[in-house]
Structure formats: C-alpha cells, structure tokens
C-alpha cells in the first residue's frame, strides 16, 4: 500500500506564500508523475501542477507565474510553492501519484487546507 502525506497548508492572508510537501510511503513506488490537485467548495477537483519526471512541468494558467512544482524523483516526493495567494486559493490541495506518464493517477494524498484570507 502506498501512501501520499501531505504537509504545508493553513490560514495565511492574501499575497502572502505558503509551500506544500508531499511524501510517498509504504510499498516502494517508482512514481513518474507526481502531481497538486484542489478543490474549492462547490466545484469540481482540478489540476494544479504536475511534473512528470524526465518529461516536464504542468502548471494551471490560473496560477501560472505564482505556484512552482519541484521535487525529487528518487524520493517520490514533490513540493508546490505557492506566492502571491488569493482568496480565490482557497481549497482543499491533495497530492497524486502516479507510475504511469499518462492517465488517472492511482494515488492520492488526504488532502490538506489552504485558506487565503482577503
């Protein structure tokens, strides 16, 4: 069983910053895409950033310039730097893995909060 934790969010006013960290652990995983989804109240979960190790980064054009997907492949693990925040930041942000380039992804973290004050 693989598990994805999540780390880094919480309350912060706008324009302020805040960094995510995720941890894959359990059973071994050689993930190859590692990526940050959210979910705002009342909407549909959408993609953040994405890397997909030897390919390249994914970031969403609504944060585009803000948010930076980075991480280390060998430890499955994968950050999003988040600068400038706004209220519209506000969600819930899980983690996702996955061992394949393309598709669904086949893990998910618990997810955690992130609220931006105006």
């Known amino acids: 069983q693989v598990h994805l934790v999540e780390s880094g969010g919480g309350l912060v006013q706008a324009g302020a910053s805040l960094r995510l960290s995720c941890a894959a652990s359990g059973r071994s995983l050689s993930a190859r895409r590692m990526g940050w989804f959210r979910q705002a109240p009342g909407k549909e979960r959408e993609l953040v950033a994405e890397v997909r190790w030897t390919v390249g980064t994914t970031i969403a054009e609504s944060v585009k310039g803000r948010f930076t997907i980075s991480g280390v492949y060998d430890k499955n693990t994968v950050y999003l730097q988040m600068n400038s925040l706004k209220p519209e930041d506000t969600a819930v942000y899980y983690c996702?893995?996955?061992?394949?380039?393309?598709?669904?992804?086949?893990?998910w973290g618990q997810g955690t909060q992130v609220t931006v004050s105006s």
């Open positions: 996702a893995a996955s061992a394949q380039l393309g598709g669904t992804y086949d893990y």
